[in-house]
């Protein structure tokens, strides 16, 4: 006897993200510990989620493929709203290009460098809104803080993509000093 899940799965597309979570981790129970019936069930679910968040991810990837920098950085701060803090690290670099992290870092009132593991935090958030991030050039990975700034080296000073200081300027950030 097999279980029927077409329901479940023809409510994929218009489920949020919470249920879907919740849906793949059930899922993924019943691949470990479920009956027969209920693993090859498990895994149909788990190849219809994943077929949904590829469909998803196309989509907005051909959708964005058009798109100019500062369209691009608008829509990436519009569909995640940026936080009081991600509003203060844009603040803070365009009110100091040409700046070092420590330097913005203490601008805000922080300590370390701070300022650019929360800002390469957050332009990783919405990398995929936005394009790559230039691989770094003194460890393994990727910069993603250099995906919305420059940074000038060896003195490794930060100053905000002309193009992109543009796209906050559309959502009311500005340089005030």
């Given amino acids: ?3 029927n899940i077409d329901r479940q799965l023809a409510s994929i597309a218009t489920a949020t ?3 879907r979570k919740k849906t793949r981790a059930n899922a993924e129970q019943w691949l ?4 027969p019936d209920q693993r090859e069930a498990a895994q149909r679910m788990i190849d219809a989620l994943e077929r949904q968040a590829k469909d998803e991810h196309d989509a907005l990837i051909g959708e964005l493929s058009g798109l100019g920098i500062a369209e691009r950085v608008i829509r990436a701060f519009t569909v995640k709203s940026m936080t009081e803090t991600e509003e203060k690290l844009i603040q803070v670099l365009l009110d100091h290009p040409g700046s ?3 330097e913005l ?7 370390a460098q701070s300022w650019h593991m929360h800002f390469g935090t957050m332009c990783a958030d919405r990398a995929i809104y936005l394009w ?3 691989d770094a050039e003194t460890r393994n990975g990727k910069f993603y803080s250099g995906i919305l700034a420059d940074l000038k080296e060896p003195e490794n000073l930060f100053t905000m993509k002309p193009d992109v200081a543009a796209a906050f300027g559309g959502l ?3 340089k005030r000093t």
Avoid: H, I, V
Avoid at 32 to 35: E, F, K, M, R, Y
């Fill in 1 to 3: 006897m097999s279980l």
């Fill in 17 to 19: 993200p919470d249920n």
């Fill in 32 to 35: 470990t510990s479920g009956s």
């Fill in 100 to 102: 070092t992290s420590t």
């Fill in 105 to 111: 870092t203490q601008a805000l009132g922080w300590k």
């Fill in 132 to 134: 790559p991030a230039p």
């Fill in 172 to 174: 009311g950030l500005r």
